[in-house]
């Protein structure tokens, strides 16, 4: 099974709904990240969290909100989606000091009609 | 300008050619990091250097902290081997991540 798991993998949106994106993990790091993916442009730092209790946000934050349910778990919405929030979504983490070795999830390609 | 220059952008070379990619980044850093995101999208890390030079089977990255650069070389690539190779430098508070080089490599 894969350490790092993200749902749903595709998802098709219409503008102005909520949508969340959920993260697992298996690997029982505390650190963990949300980037997005966009044709042409590096990764981009949404969201991060270092503990259950630390939440932060990111280069892009707005539009995006975030929940650490549980050390596993970090879930990723949009209150209300745009069509400029299509993109591809990764989850991360990674263990001991920040941004170290960085293990993804497979990624959710969202699209926003 | 971009904090982390990737070059080239594309490579498309035969399977069995020696590969370079370059990394030239602006900012301090503490490490670097080379990735690799599949054709499907996945992305796994590959190495996380902060000086000197690591070696993991064909791969080999290098990284001169002073001149600010890095490469990652592959050795009797493979079509395997094709992929986007993204470089990102670790700052105080985050990852900069590159643009990525796409590797094509043909059989």
């Known amino acids: 099974d894969a350490d790092v798991t993200q749902t749903p993998r595709n998802r098709i949106t219409k503008t102005g709904k909520r949508i969340m994106l959920e993260c697992s993990q298996t690997?029982?790091?505390?650190?963990m990240y949300w980037y997005r993916q966009d044709p042409g442009l590096g990764l981009r730092l949404i969201y991060y969290?270092?503990?259950?209790?630390?939440?932060n946000k990111g280069e892009i934050s707005d539009g995006y909100s975030v929940s650490r349910q549980a050390q596993a778990k970090f879930s990723l919405s949009l209150e209300s989606a745009i069509p400029n929030q299509t993109a591809l979504y990764f989850c991360?983490?990674?263990?001991?000091?920040?941004?170290?070795?960085?293990?993804f999830g497979p990624g959710t390609r969202l699209t926003v009609l | 300008k971009n904090e982390v220059e990737q070059s080239p952008q594309n490579l498309t070379a035969q399977e069995g050619e020696f590969i370079t990619i370059n990394c030239s980044y602006s900012?301090?850093?503490?490490?670097l990091h080379w990735l690799q995101q599949h054709p499907g999208g996945g992305i796994v890390s590959l190495f996380m250097l902060s000086s000197g030079k690591k070696k993991h089977g064909r791969l080999i990255a290098t990284i001169n902290i002073q001149e600010k650069h890095s490469s990652l070389h592959i050795t009797a690539s493979h079509p395997r081997d094709s992929a986007v190779y993204i470089c990102a430098v670790k700052g105080a508070q985050k990852l900069v991540f590159g643009q990525g080089t796409r590797l094509t490599i043909n059989p």
């Open positions: 991360a983490t990674s263990p001991g000091q920040a941004y170290n070795e960085q293990f």
């Open positions: 690997k029982g790091h505390d650190r």
């Open positions: 969290s270092f503990d259950v209790k630390d939440i």
């Open positions: 900012v301090g850093i503490s490490a």
